[in-house]
Each structure stands twice: as C-alpha cells, then as structure tokens.
T-cell receptor, first 111, second 115 residues
Framework: TQLLEQSPQFLSIQEGENLTVYCNSSSVFSSLQWYRQEPGEGPVLLVTVVTGGEVKKLKRLTFQFGDARKDSSLHITAAQPGDTGLYLCAGAEGGSYIPTFGRGTSLIVHP | KAGVTQTPRYLIKTRGQQVTLSCSPISGHRSVSWYQQTPGQGLQFLFEYFSETQRNKGNFPGRFSGRQFSNSRSEMNVSTLELGDSALYLC??????????????FGPGTRLTVL
C-alpha cells in the first residue's frame, strides 16, 4: 500500500507554463517535505511544511500543506527548463523519524 | 558545511558477489538512513542507524545489512547479489532530535549494476 500518492506521475510542458503537482494520503503527517531530484543525483530538500494550511514560497514555487495535514501541493509559476526533475513528497507520521516517500512526479520543461 | 558523501559513485558486480557501500553524513548529523531507488518501486527505505545502533528497518531481506561507526559514518553491505538489486542506493543524514521535522539530506548515491 502506497502511503503517499503523487499526481500526476508525468508532466511535460513548455517553458512559461504553470503547473501544480499533488501529494495525497489518508494519514496525518507531523511534517511533510518536498524534494527535487535530477538524473543520477540524490534528492535535494526544497521545503518542509509542518502547520495545517501553511503556505511557503520559494521564488516561483509555492507549497501548501492541507488543513488536515494529509495532503500537499506544489505550484510552479512560469516553469523554466531548470525546473526539470523528479519531484518527491515525503511525510512522517506521529513520532516517526523515518519519512515515507511518494513515487514522485517527473517534470520535463521544454525550452 | 560539507554535504553527504557516498563512495563509490558507480559499481558493477556480477550475481552472487557482495558489495559494500560507504556514506559520510553531514558533520553533526548522527542519523544515517539508506534507501534503494528503482524506476519501478521508487524510493524504498532500507534501514536507519543512530548512535551506532540500527533504529529502524525496512522490508528487505537479510542480505542487506549495515553498520555505523563512532564517527557516524555508515556502510551498507549486500551479499549474494541478485539482478534485482541493480538500483541507485541513496544515503541520507538527519539531525534526529526531538521535535525535528524528519528532514533528510541525501548524498549523490551509488549506482549499482548487477550483471
């Protein structure tokens, strides 16, 4: 059973377009992270959200944590080729130190 | 502050052999976790070491083992390699303190190919 469901699985868009990727679960998370991974490299932490309803912005990226802390979204405005990569969400339940990762959304931004 | 380092970056082995991978965490991080990443299964948790003790274990066979040294460096060993063990093996370090947000800081990974 996949604890964290990410959608869409694949996304291919043109430079300048906006996009949103989703991370959903039936579990409540104490915190949730978003990572970006480029081919052949390890995931790089983008943001952590901990409070229900929280919104964080990182340049053109906007992250939102659901009110019930069961889901999250990542919105990218005016995507650029440098945004290409695998976007992973990860959440840990309760007092667990080990997060569970979603399968990821593979994003390709064409120039 | 230096990031997580992993060696080697690439490895080619044949079935039946064993392999040892190494990971040095970020200075001050005492928790090291290992993950296996494949296109079909995504990122799967292998185990976590903290203060030289295995604290959490994923659902992998006993062929996968690890250890952590007093300087927090960690090694992962896979014995009797199978073709299905071909994957990117990622090491991640974290602070693992009460109230922390479970953030994982990953190394570049070791790409293991089993022929």
């Amino acid at each position: 059973t996949q604890l964290l469901e990410q959608s869409p699985q694949f996304l291919s868009i043109q430079e300048g377009e906006n996009l949103t990727v989703y991370c959903n679960s039936s579990s409540v998370f104490s915190s949730l992270q978003w990572y970006r991974q480029e081919p052949g490299e390890g995931p790089v932490l983008l943001v952590t959200v901990v409070t229900g309803g929280e919104v964080k912005k990182l340049k053109r990226l906007t992250f939102q944590f659901g009110d019930a802390r069961k889901d999250s979204s990542l919105h990218i405005t005016a995507a650029q080729p440098g945004d290409t990569g695998l976007y992973l969400c990860a959440g840990a339940e309760g007092g667990s130190y080990i997060p569970t990762f979603g399968r990821g959304t593979s994003l390709i931004v064409h120039p | 502050k230096a990031g997580v380092t992993q060696t080697p970056r690439y490895l080619i082995k044949t079935r039946g052999q064993q392999v040892t991978l190494s990971c040095s965490p970020i200075s001050g991080h005492r928790s090291v976790s290992w993950y296996q990443q494949t296109p079909g299964q995504g990122l799967q948790f292998l185990f976590e070491y903290f203060s030289e003790t295995q604290r959490n274990k994923g659902n992998f066979p006993g062929r996968f083992s690890g250890r952590q040294f007093s300087n927090s460096r960690s090694e992962m060993n896979v014995s009797t390699l199978e073709l299905g063990d071909s994957a990117l093996y990622l090491c991640a370090s974290s602070l693992r303190i009460s109230g922390s947000s479970n953030e994982q800081f990953f190394g570049p990974g070791t790409r293991l190919t089993v022929l």
